[in-house]
């Protein structure tokens, strides 16, 4: 159970770590003529677990991580305004993962 939590908390970080990429692509190429915004929605994937952070990450940030999907211009500030949410996400995923690599240390320690 505690190796799952720390899998899924790794992957939660990956798919964060994923979307600031695009967020920073975007911003990058704000005024690159033709360039259509790009960006990450990975509901599908988190919702097919159970755990909390990931369904309540689903919930927010709406499908697969590999599907990224192209249209529109950049709007700066949108674009500012998903890299400060997808921070707090992060934040509280290293957080979950911290407390996971905890629980772990306590057990192995237990067990001596």
Known sequence: MILNSLKASNNVLDLLSSK???IAE???NVHTPGYKRRDMNFSQYLAGHNNKLETALSE???ASPF????GGEVNTADELMDMQKVQVFYSVAARQMTS???QLK???QAGK
């Open 20 to 22: 600031q990429e695009l």
């Open 67 to 70: 599907n990224v999907t192209e």
């Open 26 to 28: 975007n911003l990058a």
């Open 100 to 102: 996971v690599i905890q």
């Open 106 to 108: 306590q057990v192995t």
């Open 60 to 62: 927010k940030l709406g």
